[in-house]
C-alpha cells in the first residue's frame, strides 16, 4: 500500500522508482491512497507522513517505510518475502 498526497513532490518522484522496483515482483500489487481524497485511509493504517509504503501479506504489514524510503533495504525486504511466499 502506498500512501501519498497530491501536494507533496517527494510522493510523486517516489512513485515511479516504487513502480520499477515492483516490476521484477509480478505478484506483487501496489494499491495507492491519496491521503487527502480518501477520508481515512491514511489513518485505518496509522499513517502520520507521507509518502508511507506499507507492504501487506495476508493482511499483515510486514515493512514499514516512511518519506525517505531505501529502495536497496526495500528490494533486499521485498526478495526475502517474495521468495517466502512464491516457494
Known sequence: MYISRP???VCHALLPKLRDLLDHYPLIR??????????GGAAKF???TVP?????IEGKEFIRENQFV???RLN???EQMYEAYTK
Open 46 to 48: 496509522m499513517v502520520f
Open 52 to 56: 508511507s509504503l506499507l507492504p501487506i
Open 70 to 72: 531505501r529502495f536497496d
Open 30 to 39: 501496489l494499491g495507492h491512497i491519496g491521503a487527502s481524497k480518501v477520508e
Open 7 to 9: 501536494d507533496y513532490n
Open 76 to 78: 533486499e525486504q521485498l
